[in-house]
């Protein structure tokens, strides 16, 4: 089993990881500049932070159900 990076998984602070992560899903970034122009700063540090977590979380449950089908 392979882990995926998601969008939220890259270090916003290396120009290199913010390329890769845009190139890998330009939709997405796309998306995410556009939330910023509409929200506030706080507003967008708020809801990019509770995506991330989502989607650590939901990784997270996916792999202790994958352990658990493992384990039936």
Known sequence: MTAEKSFYDFNLGSLQERRE??????????????LRE???EEEYEEFFNAER????????????????????
């Open 21 to 34: 992560r845009n190139h890998l899903f330009p939709e997405l970034a796309r998306f995410h500049i556009a």
């Open 38 to 40: 509409e929200l506030t």
């Open 53 to 72: 977590e989502s989607f650590r979380l939901a990784r997270l449950q996916n792999q202790i159900s994958e352990k658990t089908w493992a384990l039936a």
